[in-house]
């Protein structure tokens, strides 16, 4: 079997890159190869099933890894819009969480597929076992396949449960590229928990900041969920890619962000001084277990201490729950052996998109509009040479 292009996984980087050849060139020979037995499966997931499949706010800042400007002009520059994959209208949030209007993932995915059915050859249940140059592919059926052009994209080690285990990578590391270390990302955090056993389950509103050798690494707002393990929750999530490749990383947990803490040491004094048992005096301003805790910690009936700790509340993390609870891989395929197009330095007309690099984002559709937008980006390329 001989293609024009081959491209290897079949998520939301391998279905972009696909429709993008064929909308440059439908005579194309292509062949999409996945492990699973569905395409775009980690994309019917996205956004708790919603489809968070980008941002408003698409900005270099939301990037991570070892080439931040080439994230920037694939991701962030004015060249692809990833609403022209799709026939859907789309709608933001007040967050800038853009997600198709009826909010189902799986109907991007619906949407993708039904632009390759007929097109090109997609072969699902089916794993690449080797790439030599030239290009032979062996497939995990025993067949092998030759192509012109190798797009790979069979993302990172999050998440086995989509058939990214991390396996792939020895694809291209047996062709000369390296890896920089992988970690997960976008992932819940292993924290001490002494001053925390009493608020398993519960949810608080928090300004987050990550603190490193006492200097802040990363902040942010939102939900933190308290755990038997650490802290989970969007504000976490996020957090977590600015920590989860470091040692000795405390969190700051700021509760009630939005009060001044003179107005909130007021309130305390005022309940004291109405005969307010000590252990009660955050009922009713914060849950009344979070209340305790922070009395607790503070061991003292002083206004002023119980206020810092509440607007200080510090967790050493330990840890994360690993690949297996991630929603992205930090590092990958070192960005100093991909050009400008994301093509091989190493090999020539090998592509790369997606995951497998080493560029992660922010929670918030900001590592699929990466997938997307460098899908699409080594199709452009290869429609050149071609």
């Known amino acids: 079997m001989n293609y024009d292009v081959a491209v290897v996984g079949g998520g939301a980087s391998g279905m972009a890159c696909a429709v993008r050849l064929l909308q440059g060139n439908k005579n194309l020979k292509i062949c999409l190869i996945d492990a699973g037995e569905r395409l ?29 400007a080439l994230a920037d002009k694939i991701a962030c520059g004015k060249n692809y819009a990833v609403t022209e994959l799709f026939d859907c209208l789309f709608t933001a949030d007040d967050r800038g969480r853009i997600y198709p209007a009826g909010r189902q993932a799986s109907s991007l995915c619906d949407g993708l597929i039904s632009k390759l059915k007929g097109k090109c050859e997609i072969m699902l249940a089916t794993k690449v076992t080797e790439i030599e140059k030239g290009f032979k592919l062996s497939l995990s059926d025993g067949k092998t396949l030759s192509a ?18 991390g396996s792939a990578y020895s694809l291209v590391t047996k062709l000369g590229h390296t890896l920089t270390p992988l970690y997960p990302s976008l992932v819940q955090l292993k924290t001490d928990t002494k001053h925390i056993k009493t608020l398993k389950g519960i949810r608080a509103d928090c300004a987050v900041t990550a603190l490193w050798n006492g200097a802040e690494i990363g902040e942010n707002r939102g939900d933190v969920i308290f755990t038997d393990y650490g802290v ?39 309940r004291k001084s109405a005969g307010t048992p000590l252990s009660e005096l ?19 009936g002083d206004e002023k201490k ?27 395929v070192k960005m100093n052996e991909i050009s400008d197009e994301l093509e091989s330095e ?9 995951e497998v690099l080493d560029v992660d984002g922010d929670c918030g559709g900001f590592n699929l509009q990466w997938a997307f937008t460098s899908g699409m980006a080594a199709a452009d390329a290869i429609l050149k040479r071609l």
């Open 148 to 165: 012109k052009f190798v797009v790979f994209c069979a993302g990172g080690k999050a998440q086995k449960q989509f058939k990214t285990d």
């Open 346 to 354: 190493l090999v020539k007309n090998l592509f790369f998109a997606g």
């Open 282 to 300: 955050l009922s009713g301003t914060l849950h009344n277990q979070i209340g305790r805790a922070i009395i607790a910690r503070a061991q003292s």
């Open 232 to 270: 989970s929750g969007n504000a976490i999530f996020e957090i977590s890619s600015y920590v989860t490749d470091l040692q000795g990383v405390e969190l700051s947990l700021e509760f009630l962000p939005d009060l001044d803490k003179d107005v909130i040491i007021n309130n305390l004094a005022q």
């Open 306 to 332: 119980i206020v810092s700790v509440l607007k200080n509340f510090k967790l050493p993390v330990l840890g994360t729950l690993g690949f297996d609870y991630a929603q992205v891989t930090k590092g990958g």
């Open 40 to 68: 775009g499966k980690k994309l019917a997931a996205t956004g708790n099933g919603q489809g968070n499949i980008s941002n408003l706010d698409m900005d270099a800042s939301h990037y991570h890894g070892g080439n931040i």
